[in-house]
C-alpha cells in the first residue's frame, strides 16, 4: 500500500504547543489499564477501553484564553482532545469544527420554547459531525504509524473518512450497506476511496469489519481507532458552551446511533466544569431515535439498562444502528443527568425535516428530522421546560438525503412562459 505523502494540515502556530496528553487506555467496565495503542478491546475482559488523560498537565496549560486564541476548528480544544505524538505532521486538519450555534427563535415558538439554539453541524467539511470523530481519529492513526485508514458506515462516517483519506493522499476502505442512499454513496465514492457495498445492514457490515481489522492491520476509525475517534464528539459540547459566552445550556437534544455523540457531549460538559472553564449546574442530555430503531428508547421506556438489539427499519439510516455499542451508556447519561430518550415514526421525521427548514432555514438529513421530532414530542410532554435554555443538535446535511422527502415535497405549480399564465395560476 502507498503511505500518505500530502503536507499535514497543520497551522505553523501550532507545533510548539502538541504535547503527548495520554497516560493510557482504561477499560469502561473493569478498569484495567492499558498502554496507548491500536486497541479499543479490554483485554482482560473484553470490555470498551476509553482514553485516560493526563489531568495534571492539562490543568497546567488548558484556559479559557488559550482556547479562544487557538485556530478556528476543533483542534482549538487540542488540549482536551488525544494528543499521541509531538509530532505536528500527524495532526489531519480540514477546519471540522467551530460550526454556527444559531439562535432559532420562530422554531422555538413553534414549539412554545423561549430559547433553543441549533448546533448546526450540516456546514462541517463534508456535511457531517462524522467530520469531527475522523479528524480526532486520523490524527491518532498516523501518530500510531497507521497507513491506511478504513471504516463501517451507514454513510456520513465514509464522506467523512474518504475525504480525510483523500486530503492526506491515504488509502482508504469504505464499508457501506448494499441500500444506502444515493448522495452518501456519491459522497464517499468522489474522493476515490476502495467504497466495498455489503448485502446486508449495518450491523452485519460493523460485524464484517472488525474481522478486516484484525486480519488487515488497517485503521478502521470506528472499530481499532475508536477509543480515540469517539472523543472527537467532546467538541460539540465544548463549542456550544464556549459559543453561549462560557455557560452551559439548561438541556441539550442530540440523535441516537451507536450513542456516542450523547455520551460524549455530556463528558464534555463534566470536563469543561471540572478544569474551571465553565461554571453551574451541568446540562440534562436527552436523546432521540426513529422508531423503526429504537433500541436505545425503547429500554429507556421500560426503565432498564438492557439494550435489546433490533432489525432497523427506517428512513433515518444515518441512525440505523440496531445494536449500538454505546447504549447502555446513554441511557446512564440521561439517568444521571434527569434526561429522557425518545423515538418518533417516520412520518414525523418528514415532518421535523420540513419544520425546521420552514422556520430557519437548515436543510437536515433524516438524523436532524430526529432530533426535532423528539424535540417537540419532549416539550408537549413537559419532559423539556419551556423556559429552559435548549440545544438542539442538528448532525447532518438534507442534501445526503433528499430521498426521504422526495414525495412530501415539490414545484407548487407549473406554468408556460406566459405572464398570463402566471397571474392566472394566483387567483
Given at each position: 500500500?502507498?503511505?500518505?505523502?500530502?503536507?499535514?494540515?497543520?497551522p505553523?502556530?501550532?507545533?510548539?504547543?502538541?504535547?503527548p496528553?495520554?497516560?493510557?487506555?482504561?477499560?469502561?467496565?473493569?478498569?484495567e489499564?492499558?498502554e496507548?495503542?491500536?486497541?479499543?478491546v479490554?483485554?482482560?475482559?473484553?470490555?470498551?477501553?476509553?482514553?485516560?488523560?493526563?489531568?495534571?498537565?492539562?490543568?497546567?496549560?488548558?484556559?479559557?484564553?488559550?482556547?479562544?486564541?487557538?485556530?478556528?476548528?476543533?483542534?482549538?480544544?487540542?488540549?482536551?482532545?488525544?494528543?499521541?505524538?509531538?509530532?505536528?505532521?500527524?495532526?489531519?486538519?480540514?477546519?471540522?469544527g467551530?460550526?454556527?450555534?444559531?439562535p432559532?427563535?420562530?422554531?422555538?415558538?413553534?414549539?412554545?420554547?423561549?430559547?433553543?439554539?441549533?448546533?448546526?453541524?450540516?456546514?462541517?467539511?463534508?456535511?457531517?459531525?462524522?467530520?469531527?470523530?475522523?479528524?480526532?481519529?486520523?490524527?491518532?492513526?498516523?501518530?500510531?504509524?497507521?497507513?491506511?485508514f478504513?471504516?463501517?458506515?451507514?454513510?456520513?462516517?465514509?464522506?467523512?473518512?474518504?475525504?480525510?483519506?483523500?486530503a492526506?493522499?491515504?488509502?482508504?476502505?469504505?464499508?457501506?450497506?448494499?441500500d444506502?442512499?444515493?448522495?452518501?454513496?456519491?459522497?464517499?465514492?468522489?474522493?476515490?476511496?476502495?467504497?466495498?457495498?455489503?448485502?446486508?445492514n449495518?450491523?452485519?457490515?460493523?460485524r464484517?469489519c472488525?474481522?478486516?481489522?484484525?486480519?488487515?492491520?488497517?485503521?478502521?476509525?470506528?472499530?481499532?481507532?475508536?477509543?480515540?475517534?469517539?472523543?472527537?464528539?467532546?467538541?460539540?459540547?465544548?463549542?456550544?458552551?464556549?459559543?453561549?459566552?462560557?455557560?452551559?445550556?439548561?438541556?441539550v437534544?442530540?440523535?441516537?446511533?451507536?450513542g456516542?455523540?450523547?455520551?460524549?457531549?455530556?463528558?464534555?460538559?463534566?470536563?469543561?466544569?471540572?478544569?474551571?472553564?465553565?461554571?453551574?449546574?451541568?446540562?440534562?442530555?436527552?436523546?432521540?431515535?426513529?422508531?423503526?430503531?429504537?433500541?436505545?428508547?425503547e429500554?429507556?421506556?421500560?426503565?432498564?439498562?438492557?439494550?435489546?438489539?433490533?432489525?432497523?427499519?427506517?428512513?433515518?439510516?444515518?441512525?440505523?444502528?440496531?445494536?449500538?455499542?454505546?447504549?447502555?451508556?446513554?441511557?446512564?447519561?440521561?439517568?444521571?443527568?434527569?434526561?429522557?430518550?425518545?423515538?418518533?415514526?417516520?412520518?414525523?421525521?418528514?415532518?421535523?425535516?420540513?419544520?425546521?427548514?420552514?422556520?430557519?432555514g437548515?436543510?437536515?438529513?433524516?438524523?436532524?428530522?430526529?432530533?426535532?421530532?423528539?424535540?417537540?414530542?419532549?416539550?408537549?410532554?413537559?419532559?423539556?421546560g419551556?423556559?429552559?435554555?435548549?440545544v438542539a443538535?442538528?448532525?447532518?446535511?438534507?442534501?445526503?438525503?433528499?430521498?426521504?422527502?422526495?414525495?412530501?415535497?415539490?414545484?407548487?405549480?407549473?406554468?408556460?412562459?406566459?405572464?398570463?399564465?402566471?397571474?392566472?395560476?394566483?387567483?
Amino acid at each position: 500500500m502507498p503511505t500518505a505523502t500530502a503536507p499535514p494540515f497543520v497551522p505553523a502556530r501550532e507545533a510548539a504547543d502538541l504535547v503527548p496528553n495520554l497516560t493510557g487506555l482504561a477499560c469502561r467496565e473493569c478498569g484495567e489499564v492499558e498502554e496507548v495503542g491500536l486497541s479499543h478491546v479490554c483485554g482482560f475482559c473484553f470490555g470498551p477501553l476509553e482514553v485516560v488523560y493526563d489531568t495534571d498537565a492539562i490543568s497546567a496549560v488548558v484556559s479559557r484564553e488559550r482556547i479562544e486564541a487557538g485556530p478556528p476548528s476543533l483542534w482549538r480544544y487540542g488540549d482536551l482532545l488525544p494528543t499521541l505524538s509531538s509530532d505536528p505532521s500527524h495532526r489531519v486538519d480540514l477546519q471540522t469544527g467551530l460550526t454556527p450555534l444559531r439562535p432559532a427563535p420562530r422554531l422555538a415558538e413553534r414549539l412554545g420554547l423561549s430559547e433553543l439554539w441549533l448546533k448546526d453541524d450540516t456546514v462541517n467539511p463534508s456535511g457531517s459531525f462524522k467530520d469531527r470523530v475522523v479528524t480526532v481519529a486520523l490524527s491518532a492513526g498516523r501518530a500510531l504509524g497507521i497507513e491506511t485508514f478504513a471504516c463501517a458506515s451507514t454513510g456520513n462516517l465514509g464522506n467523512s473518512v474518504s475525504a480525510h483519506a483523500a486530503a492526506i493522499g491515504a488509502p482508504a476502505y469504505v464499508f457501506i450497506p448494499a441500500d444506502l442512499e444515493t448522495g452518501k454513496v456519491l459522497g464517499s465514492a468522489v474522493h476515490g476511496p476502495n467504497l466495498v457495498t455489503v448485502r446486508g445492514n449495518y450491523d452485519d457490515v460493523n460485524r464484517l469489519c472488525a474481522e478486516v481489522a484484525d486480519d488487515t492491520g488497517w485503521g478502521f476509525v470506528n472499530v481499532n481507532l475508536r477509543t480515540y475517534y469517539a472523543e472527537g464528539s467532546k467538541t460539540i459540547g465544548f463549542e456550544i458552551a464556549e459559543q453561549l459566552g462560557w455557560r452551559f445550556p439548561d438541556h441539550v437534544v442530540a440523535p441516537i446511533a451507536s450513542g456516542a455523540m450523547m455520551v460524549k457531549i455530556d463528558k464534555a460538559f463534566r470536563e469543561l466544569a471540572s478544569y474551571g472553564l465553565v461554571d453551574g449546574d451541568l446540562p440534562r442530555v436527552s436523546g432521540g431515535q426513529a422508531t423503526g430503531c429504537s433500541p436505545v428508547a425503547e429500554a429507556f421506556a421500560r426503565g432498564s439498562f438492557d439494550v435489546r438489539p433490533q432489525k432497523p427499519d427506517t428512513i433515518a439510516r444515518s441512525l440505523a444502528i440496531g445494536n449500538p455499542a454505546d447504549g447502555y451508556y446513554a441511557l446512564k447519561v440521561a439517568d444521571r443527568t434527569g434526561g429522557a430518550i425518545g423515538h418518533v415514526p417516520d412520518d414525523e421525521i418528514i415532518a421535523g425535516i420540513r419544520l425546521l427548514a420552514e422556520t430557519e432555514g437548515v436543510f437536515a438529513e433524516t438524523a436532524g428530522g430526529v432530533t426535532v421530532a423528539n424535540l417537540k414530542r419532549m416539550v408537549e410532554a413537559g419532559t423539556i421546560g419551556r423556559d429552559e435554555r435548549t440545544v438542539a443538535v442538528i448532525s447532518g446535511n438534507g442534501y445526503k438525503t433528499v430521498e426521504a422527502i422526495a414525495d412530501d415535497v415539490g414545484p407548487s405549480f407549473e406554468v408556460s412562459p406566459s405572464l398570463d399564465d402566471f397571474l392566472a395560476q394566483l387567483s
